[in-house]
């Protein structure tokens, strides 16, 4: 797959298909890879890039701090991965895209909505994060990673890369597991760093993505704001909260919600909604 340099970092990218943009915005929390689009759930029953490809120009990509794409140790915000949305956009030389999101792809998606609606012709959301066991656990495994480079030093969190992968799997291993275990040199400058420092920006980028109960991505006045036509369509567990989409639905002005939960949710429903909200909106 092609990788371009944006903003300093390498980021692994593929595009497919005819028709309008549509960015994809992987779900699987830190994992969030193209591969994440053909893991599992309703994304593998559709065969999502070879089947949305037939309707819409897909860009997927590896976000930072996962997968084969890079990192770099700073704050990280949903903003932060928003302004790397974009970017890809104008890498494209796409000036419009529909943007679809999977779990914390929806919080990038409404980030993006809220740092460039002019951008965003309309936003899919699939099982939007948020809630008391979201922020609980987004905090947990940050603060997990603290304690564990506060005992054992940055050295000792490095090693964990190559076995963890990322940090979802690894709380240990930290946010940047993903790099130790593909960037030998990203490690070489990792070991080296603060560890005051380190674990300050850490406690950062806990607070600034897992601060509240609401739908990650952005705050309610942010929501009140955007305007972009939205499908939302639900989860139902303790990561996925149906209160998130219920907030998201009461917030945004041009919200529609799917009113149909998990297990009843396939690919061939799923597509289906995606396509005829995208039709009545075009």
């Known amino acids: 797959m092609p990788v371009v340099t944006i ?29 994440s689009w053909t893991r599992g759930g309703v994304w593998k029953e559709m065969d999502a890039i070879n089947t949305l490809s037939e309707s819409f120009t897909v860009i997927a990509y590896d976000r930072r701090e996962a997968g084969a794409s890079g990192g770099r140790v700073e704050k990280l915000t949903w903003e932060t991965f928003a302004r790397q949305g974009r970017a890809i956009l104008d890498h494209q030389g796409a000036k419009q895209a529909w943007i679809i999101g999977g779990c914390m792809g929806v919080s990038v998606a409404a980030a993006m909505a809220v740092l460039c609606p002019e951008r965003c012709s309309g936003l899919l959301l699939h099982w939007p994060v948020g809630g008391y066991q979201w922020m609980l656990k987004g905090c947990g495994f940050y603060n997990r990673h603290i304690e564990f480079v506060r005992a054992n030093g940055l050295a000792a969190a490095a090693a964990r890369g190559p076995a963890a992968k990322n940090f979802w799997l690894d709380p240990e291993a930290g946010p940047w597991a993903a790099q130790n275990a593909t960037d030998p040199a990203f490690t070489a400058e990792y070991v080296k760093l603060d560890v005051a420092q380190y674990l300050d920006i850490c406690a950062q980028s806990r607070d600034a993505l897992y601060s509240d109960t609401m739908p990650s991505g952005a705050n309610g006045d942010e929501l009140m704001k955007i305007k972009t036509p939205a499908l939302i369509l639900p989860g139902a567990d303790a990561s996925h909260s149906t209160s998130s989409a219920w907030a998201m639905k009461e917030l945004m002005p041009n919200a529609e919600l799917w009113n149909v939960l998990p297990p009843h949710q396939n690919g061939a429903n799923v597509l289906a909604c995606l396509l005829d909200f995208v039709g009545r909106h075009q």
Do not use: C, R
Request: net charge negative; hydrophobic share 35%.
């Open 7 to 35: 903003d300093g970092l390498n980021v692994n990218y593929h595009v497919q298909g005819s028709g309008p943009y549509l960015l994809m915005l992987a779900p699987g929390g830190f994992n969030s890879t193209i591969e």
